[in-house]
C-alpha cells in the first residue's frame, strides 16, 4: 500500500516555464488537497477537491490550477512559474468529511529562478 | 474564517526537560484539533488527534494534549524529551462543518542532546 505518492521529488525551473507536480491515492479516498509550505507560515492551502470532478480554491490558489478526472490522481499545474512559488509543496488525502486525518506525500522541493 | 496560531517559533531544550507547545485557533463552532509532527527531511505525521469527549488526549511517543474549550488552545506536552523528538510541530484546526485544515505556523523544536 503506497499510500500517497508525489512526484518529481525535486525541480528547478525558469520564470514563466509551466509544470505539473502530480500526485496520486490508492486509498480510495474522496478529499485530496495540495498545500505549500514556506519558513515560518506553516501550511498553507492551495486547492483542494472533494471527489472526482470537483474543486475548490484554497487560501493561495492564484498562479496554480488543478484538475481531478479519478478519484486517485490529483495533479497541480504551475501555469507561469514565479519565483514566489520556491516552495514544498504536499500533496495530502483524507478518507471523509470530518475524519481530518491527513496523509502526506513526501513532498516536492521546486526552485524557481 | 478559522485561524491558528502557534506562538513559539523556535524552542530549544536539554534531553529530559519538559516541553509544552501552545497552540490557539480562532473559531466559534465545534472543531477538531491535531497536531502533527515533521521529522527532518520527512513528510508530516499525525502526532494527536481530538474530536470529542475527554480533552486530554493522549499520542505517540509519549506526546499529550489538552483541549481547554473556554480558551480556544490545543497545547502539546510531553513531560521528558528526547534528542529524537527534534522536529517541526504543527497544530491544525477543522470545523466540523468544513473540509480542509488549516495550520499553525509550526513550532520548531531543537532538543540538546
Known amino acids: 500500500n503506497a499510500g500517497v505518492t508525489q512526484t518529481p521529488k525535486f525541480q528547478v525551473l525558469k520564470t514563466g516555464q509551466s509544470m505539473t507536480l502530480q500526485c496520486a491515492q490508492d486509498?480510495?479516498?474522496?478529499?485530496m488537497s495540495w498545500y505549500r509550505q514556506d519558513p515560518g507560515m506553516g501550511l498553507r492551502l492551495i486547492h483542494y477537491?472533494?471527489?472526482?470532478?470537483?474543486?475548490d480554491q484554497g487560501e493561495v490558489p492564484n498562479g496554480y490550477n488543478v484538475s481531478r478526472s479519478t478519484t486517485e490522481d490529483f495533479p497541480l499545474r504551475l501555469l507561469s512559474a514565479a519565483p514566489s512559488q520556491t516552495s514544498v509543496y504536499f500533496c495530502?488525502?483524507?478518507?471523509?468529511?470530518?475524519?481530518?486525518?491527513?496523509?502526506f506525500g513526501e513532498g516536492s522541493r521546486l526552485t524557481v529562478l | 474564517a478559522q485561524s491558528v496560531s502557534q506562538h513559539n517559533h523556535h524552542v530549544i531544550l536539554s534531553e529530559a526537560a519538559s516541553l509544552e507547545l501552545g497552540c490557539n485557533y480562532s473559531y466559534g463552532g465545534t472543531v477538531n484539533l491535531f497536531w502533527y509532527v515533521q521529522y527532518p527531511g520527512q513528510h508530516l505525521q499525525l502526532l494527536l488527534k481530538y474530536f470529542s469527549g475527554d480533552p486530554l488526549v493522549k499520542g505517540i511517543k509519549g506526546f499529550e494534549a489538552e483541549f481547554i474549550k473556554s480558551k480556544f488552545s490545543f497545547n502539546l506536552r510531553k513531560p521528558s524529551v528526547q534528542w529524537s523528538d527534534t522536529a517541526e510541530y504543527f497544530c491544525a484546526v477543522n470545523s466540523k462543518a468544513g473540509n480542509m485544515l488549516t495550520f499553525g505556523g509550526g513550532t520548531r523544536l531543537m532538543v540538546k542532546p
Open positions: 477537491s472533494v471527489g472526482a470532478g470537483i474543486t
Open positions: 486509498m480510495n479516498h474522496e478529499y
Open positions: 495530502a488525502s483524507q478518507g471523509g468529511r470530518n475524519t481530518g486525518e491527513l496523509f
